[in-house]
């Protein structure tokens, strides 16, 4: 059974980078089989995908976010990461990472997600 | 970006009842729709891919439908436990990947 467990600051200053870390078990993230995904979600409202990875490195970002938004993976340590930068109050929000499951290189849906982390941006 | 919205955006409904919730998209998705159930404080739980390939694991009551632009979820017969919010998302053209805004099923 594949487990995703985010990991990071709860709190961060308007203008830092939010930084965090999705630790992945019960499965190998250099399998190749899966992406892997950063989601978000501000309290009371709905979801925002923000990017994933594959383990070779390849990433697709959220066009609305690309200019703020790293994702990477450790493939050693069965991790992967994201790095927000000039975060300003409205990125304040619950952050998921799941892992993406694709058909057919078109339908693209998340089967496991993490429990998700708020991070609040305030200084 | 493709748009999906969802109707309604709540809706009230009794044990036993048949639930029908909608997703449209603002361009032809084919069938590259996914459906998510998320419960108060806990992460979203896929239920449906493809509009209409239930999950593993996925009680049977759960079933959607459609391609194209318009696409429903529906619940034959609620049961306590499904009383959450549903998501659906497209996958056809991205990035980004977009979820709809959210149909909330409250009990009546």
């Known amino acids: 059974q594949v487990q995703l467990q985010e990991s990071g600051p709860g709190l961060v200053k308007p203008s830092q980078t939010l930084s965090l870390t999705c630790t992945v078990s019960?499965?190998?993230?250099?399998?190749?089989?899966?992406?892997w995904s950063w989601i978000r979600q501000p309290p009371g409202k709905g979801l925002e995908w923000i990017g994933y990875?594959?383990?070779?490195?390849?990433?697709y970002y959220n066009p609305s976010l690309k200019s703020r938004v790293t994702i990477s993976v450790d493939t050693s340590k069965n991790q992967f990461s994201l790095k927000l930068s000039s975060v300003t109050a409205a990125d304040t929000a619950v952050y998921y990472c799941?892992?993406?499951?694709?058909?057919?290189?078109?339908?693209?849906?998340?089967?496991?997600w993490g429990q998700g982390t708020l991070v609040t941006v305030s200084s | 970006d493709i748009q999906m919205t969802q109707s309604p955006s709540s809706v009230s409904a009794s044990v036993g009842d048949r639930v029908t919730i909608t997703c449209r998209a603002s361009?032809?998705?084919?069938?590259?729709l996914a459906w998510y159930q998320q419960k108060p404080g806990k992460a979203p739980k896929l239920l449906i891919y493809?509009?209409?390939s239930l999950q593993s694991g996925v009680p049977s009551r759960f079933s959607g439908s459609g391609s194209g632009t318009d696409f429903t979820l529906t619940i034959s017969s609620l049961q306590p436990e499904d009383f959450a919010t549903y998501y659906c998302?497209?996958?056809?053209?991205?990035?980004?990947?977009?979820f709809g805004g959210g149909t909330k099923v409250e009990i009546k």
């Open positions: 799941a892992r993406v499951s694709e058909i057919f290189g078109v339908m693209y849906y998340f089967d496991y």
């Open positions: 019960g499965g190998s993230i250099s399998s190749g089989d899966y992406y």
């Open positions: 990875i594959y383990y070779s490195g390849s990433t």
């Open positions: 361009q032809g998705i084919s069938s590259w």
């Open positions: 493809a509009a209409s």
């Open positions: 998302q497209q996958a056809n053209s991205f990035p980004p990947l977009t």
